[in-house]
């Protein structure tokens, strides 16, 4: 979410986007002062209307001096890494400060990542990553309906997409990471060694491969229906004569339909199918806003999702002057875990981390990374040298150890309720959910609730709820309930 100013401090870049071609930044001051406005020669838009602006922004790469793969020696390494997104590279500055050789294959490694990423202040203040964060807001908003609207005290920052990259790939670099521009073609596996067949033409061996290019990935195998919700969004970096959004809070979920009212085909579909506004707010200028399918089955269409916001900004009053940048984003969610074990180990999108009921993964990425770290280590730096299926099955138990695949069956429960519910049950789910002890809703969106808490959030949530809620719960619960059940008991075969 699918997930961003005292005396005038020195400028910062800003960019936008929620996973790989670049952008070029925006150069904005720091807090929360007023920044002198930029204008852009260009047409603006009908009112409300921004489909028919093309965005100002062009692909950039970072200007860093990597260490490349010498084709014409031999290209044997510890560990490949298939993409450098967020998480291959956290993956590779972690493995490689133990001395393990490390090599990064990406068509383009220092292009920027288009994604936008939203998180949680105190996730990257854990991580020792808050020095990559942009712009913060101390509160998030969540507007239930027309006359209820929630105040999260928990702080939410948007990732400096730049400064994050910048920081792993100087990590990569000072502990020796080779890097190779190339697309893996074929990944083949022999007893104790794996061969990555790349588009150039070359070949490079390593005793462990590690699949982190996301969620289209050929490279890790499934023995299930891939059965997915999807998070579908569309959103725009937009310059706007004004907003009425606070600059001091973010609007983590905007569940009104008021701006539907005269679009009774768009409204009926909105209560079956809804929508909500996610927005963080720069200045009194610039914004950046996107409409989001929370989750949906079969996905929502981004046609549906675009007509929506065009009614939604119509009805705010936003008249967008610019695009800056704007973001097309699919993620999908639930699903069965790839198959375990098997010899390339997936992190990241590709490995199910996506939350199931939220979309959200870039922090919980970088947390689990240095655990998987650990044990890659652990492995190919002991004595005894664990290789072929007996790694691949060793560090796949620690990225989903017993605990932690319950939990995500629990999280697919929530997914799978969310399906069912329309826009007025949604509501109502909200209204309780953020009702509860932020212990909690704060656990239960960053992913670190043990199943025994995550239980006593089922009680607490039913006791919160409103009567209809119940009904719901109640009505709507019991389908998913008996299938997260049955792979609670088939997990503990």
């Known amino acids: 979410m699918g997930t961003l100013l005292r005396l005038p401090p020195p400028p910062i870049l800003i960019t936008s986007q929620r996973s790989n071609s670049s952008f070029a930044p925006l150069l904005l001051p720091n807090t929360q002062t007023t920044p002198r406005k930029k204008h852009h020669k260009i047409h603006c838009s009908k009112f409300g209307n921004f489909l028919d602006l093309k965005p100002i922004s062009k692909p950039e790469s970072l200007d860093f001096d990597l260490s490349w793969v010498d084709p014409s020696g031999r290209s044997r390494f510890d560990v490949i890494i298939i993409g450098t997104g967020p998480a291959g590279l956290r993956l590779a500055e972690r493995v490689s400060r133990y001395g393990i050789k490390v090599c990064c294959v990406d068509p383009s490694p220092l292009s920027m990542w288009p994604n936008n990423y939203g998180v949680w202040v105190d996730e990257f203040e854990s991580l020792g990553l808050e020095d990559c964060l942009d712009k913060t807001w101390p509160v998030a908003r969540v507007s239930i309906n027309d006359h209820k609207t929630k105040y999260l005290d928990r702080p939410y920052g948007r990732v400096s997409r730049k400064e994050l990259k910048m920081k792993l790939l100087e990590g990569c670099l000072s502990n020796g990471v080779k890097f190779h521009q190339a697309k893996v073609w074929k990944v083949e596996h022999q007893e104790f060694e794996s061969f990555v067949e790349c588009s150039d033409g070359n070949e490079l061996k390593a005793c462990l ?49 008021f701006h539907l009212g005269s679009e009774p085909c768009i409204r009926a579909s909105n209560s079956r199918f809804p929508t909500f506004l996610y927005v963080m707010p720069f200045d009194s200028n610039l914004i950046f806003l996107e409409e989001t399918s929370l989750v949906s089955r079969p996905v929502l269409s981004y ?32 699903g069965p875990l790839p198959r375990i074990p098997q010899r390339v180990v997936p992190i990241g999108g590709s490995s199910g981390l996506v939350h199931p009921s939220t979309g959200y993964m870039v922090a ?130």
């Open 209 to 257: 491969v590690v699949d982190a290019s996301g969620f289209s990935s050929s490279f890790t195998e499934y023995d299930k229906p891939r059965n997915h919700g999807y998070q579908i969004a569309h959103g725009i970096l937009a310059e706007v004569d004004c907003h009425p959004f606070d600059l001091d809070k973010m609007v983590l979920m905007d569940w009104r339909d």
């Open 303 to 334: 046609r549906e999702v675009k007509k929506r916001m065009v009614a939604r900004l119509r009805h705010l009053g936003i008249r967008v002057k610019t695009i800056i940048e704007d973001e097309k984003c699919l993620i999908p969610m639930g």
């Open 364 to 493: 919980r990425t970088l947390a689990i990374a240095p655990v998987l770290a650990d044990a890659i280590a652990e492995c190919l730096g002991s004595t005894r040298m664990i290789r072929g299926m007996p790694l691949g099955h060793r560090l796949w138990n620690e990225l989903w150890p017993f605990e932690r695949r319950c939990v995500r069956e629990y999280y697919s429960f929530g997914m799978e309720t969310l399906l069912k519910l329309d826009l007025k049950g949604t509501r109502n789910f909200f209204d309780a959910f953020f009702d509860l002890d932020p212990h909690y809703w704060q656990g239960f969106l960053s992913s670190r609730l043990s199943i025994g808490e995550l239980a006593m959030l089922s009680l607490s949530l039913f006791g919160h709820a409103s009567n209809p809620s119940r009904f719901d719960i109640v009505t709507k619960c019991p389908v998913p309930l008996v299938k997260m059940m049955g792979n609670l008991a088939f997990e503990t075969i």
